[in-house]
């Protein structure tokens, strides 16, 4: 079930704070538990799952479907522009899968 009166955008490409970090949601996605959103810091060098009423986890690799996370939207390279600019936008594709 989605959360619908979260105070804050989880959308993909939105910069949201977790607990005391800040970070930029990359994906959506699901595990067996339920909602995930797929997450790295501002500069690019951590990753992590967030799931609601679980929270924030940091993980050692940006391939979600080695935790079990089947992406169901991400950053496609036309928002990727807008949101972190065309030098971000090769990195976030291979994080993410994304094909042009």
């Keep these: ?3 619908s009166k979260a105070r804050q955008d989880w959308s993909v490409g939105s910069i949201v704070k977790a607990g005391f970090l800040e970070v930029r949601v990359v994906a ?3 595990d067996a538990s339920g909602q995930v959103s797929c997450c790295e810091s501002l500069d690019g060098s951590k990753a992590y799952i967030f799931q609601p009423h679980q929270g924030i986890e940091r993980v ?3 391939d979600w479907a080695r935790y079990g996370i ?3 939207e991400s950053i496609d390279s036309k928002r990727i522009d807008k949101v972190i600019g065309i030098a971000h936008a090769a990195r976030i594709a291979a994080i993410t899968g994304y094909q042009a």
Excluded: E, F, L, Y
């Design 1 to 3: 079930m989605a959360i």
């Design 60 to 62: 050692d690799s940006r």
């Design 70 to 72: 089947t992406i169901h």
């Design 28 to 30: 959506k996605g699901h």
